[in-house]
C-alpha cells in the first residue's frame, strides 16, 4: 500500500499525535514471528505529547524502575524503553494481554515507583551508561501524576493523510 519507496513503515508514524490523551496506554502494534508467535507492543504514555518532556535523568530513572516493577505485574516481557520525545515509554510483551490488563498493571507499576525508596537498579558504572544521570524524586513525581490523572486505553487514531499517503 501506498508509494514509500527507501523508509519502513513505522507505525508511531501514523499515530495522530494530537488526537490522543495522556496518561494512557495503547496498543501500538503486534508481530506475528516466523515460528508463530505474537508479540505486543505497548505505548506507555506518561505526558500529553508535545506540551512537555519528561528529563532525561528522571526519564531514565522510570526506564530502570519500570523494568523491573513492569516485569512483576506483566508476563513475558520482551523490552521496555524510552521513547525519544520523552513523553513515555514502549513495552514489548510475548503474546497478546488484554488491554484493560495492562492499564492495571501499569498502574500497579507506577504505584511501585511513586513508593520506591531504595537505591535504584543498576545504577552503577558497570551496570548503566550513563550511572550518574538519574533523579529518583522526579521519577517518582511523574508516577504519582500520572496515577493522580488516571490511566485509561487510548485508542489509535491514525493520521489523515489523503490520497496522496
Ligand atoms: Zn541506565
Not at 488526537?19 to 505497548?42: E, M, N
Amino acid at each position: 500500500m501506498g508509494t514509500m519507496t527507501s523508509v519502513a513503515n513505522v507505525e508511531s508514524f501514523d499515530l495522530d499525535h494530537t488526537k490522543v490523551h495522556a496518561p494512557y496506554i495503547r496498543l501500538a502494534g503486534r508481530k506475528k514471528t516466523p515460528r508463530g508467535d505474537v508479540i505486543s507492543k505497548y505505548d506507555l504514555r506518561l505526558l500529553q505529547p508535545n506540551k512537555g518532556a519528561i528529563e532525561p535523568s528522571a526519564l531514565h530513572t522510570l526506564e530502570h524502575l519500570l523494568a523491573g516493577y513492569l516485569r512483576d505485574h506483566v508476563n513475558d516481557v520482551v523490552d521496555v524503553s524510552p521513547m525519544g520525545c520523552r513523553t513515555g515509554l514502549y513495552m514489548a510483551v510475548i503474546g497478546e494481554p488484554d488491554e484493560q490488563g495492562v492499564v492495571r498493571a501499569f498502574e500497579a507499576a507506577l504505584r511501585d515507583v511513586e513508593t520506591h525508596d531504595r537505591p535504584i537498579p543498576g545504577v552503577s558504572e558497570l551496570e548503566c551508561g550513563n550511572y550518574r544521570d538519574h533523579d529518583l524524586q522526579a521519577a517518582r513525581g511523574y508516577a504519582r501524576s500520572a496515577l493522580e490523572a488516571g490511566l485509561k486505553v487510548q485508542e489509535t487514531v491514525l493520521i489523515e493523510r489523503g490520497e496522496q499517503g
